[in-house]
């Protein structure tokens, strides 16, 4: 069965304070890993899309990785403005309507 | 951003009422999808649709029926709503690379 689990459920880090989210993901063929962030009251606002093994992606203070079997959120140095929910999704390559299998989502929290 | 839009933002109705969600795109973008999303549940998806009057189930249909008349416009109906339907609703689109974008939501309170 395809799957995603995301890991920590929710990361407490003081203003600075580099870390790392998870994503571990099951799925026949992989299209596609796509990272999300969502604020409260917001929907998912699309940050990257990861297509195969070794691929790295950045956008200021994130960068996202990706193996076979996992991908990396890492934050650098990050500020209060960075808290929100972190989304994980796959994409199988079978699929021909684009759906995507979804995570639970890492709840992260940065203290000034 | 993404031109999506869902109407209305919020609303509350009573048990047993027909409700129906809106979403409506400016990106002439041929899949569209609904989903909801609550506490310990993350996102799931109810229908989608591949193209204009073309829909299908996703993983908690039950409840839901869809409708799309034109590329623009998804509609997303509860016939008779329940509290369980309590929720928020998103909707989201997507092209051939595989991202989706969303809306802003709308807020579902069934009494």
């Known amino acids: 069965e395809d799957q995603v689990t995301q890991s920590p459920e929710a990361l407490r880090l003081q203003e600075g304070e580099s870390s790392s989210l998870n994503c571990s993901y099951t799925?026949?063929?992989?299209?596609?890993l796509f990272w999300y962030r969502q604020d409260p009251g917001k929907g998912p606002e699309f940050l990257f899309t990861l297509y195969s093994a070794g691929e790295e992606k950045e956008k200021e203070r994130l960068k996202a990785t990706l193996t076979k079997k996992e991908s990396f959120l890492h934050i650098t140095a990050p500020k209060p403005e960075d808290s929100a929910t972190y989304l994980c999704?796959?994409?199988?390559?079978?699929?021909?309507?684009?759906?995507?299998?979804w995570g639970a989502g890492t709840k992260l929290i940065i203290k000034p | 951003d993404a031109g999506i839009t869902q109407s209305p933002r919020h609303k509350v109705t009573e048990t047993g009422t027909p409700v129906t969600l809106r979403c409506h795109q400016t990106e002439n973008h041929r899949y569209m999808y609904w989903y909801r999303q609550d506490p310990g549940h993350g996102l799931r998806l109810i229908h989608y649709?591949?193209?204009?009057?073309?829909?299908d189930k996703g993983e908690v249909s039950d409840g839901y029926s869809v409708s799309r008349s034109k590329t623009e416009d998804f509609l997303l109906t509860l016939e008779s709503a329940t509290s369980s339907q309590t929720s928020v609703y998103f909707c989201a689109i997507s092209g051939t690379s595989g991202e989706q974008f969303f809306g802003p939501g709308t807020r579902l309170t069934v009494l």
């Open positions: 999704a796959v994409q199988a390559a079978m699929d021909s309507n684009y759906q995507l299998i």
């Open positions: 649709s591949y193209g204009v009057k073309d829909t």
């Open positions: 799925v026949s063929g992989l299209r596609g």
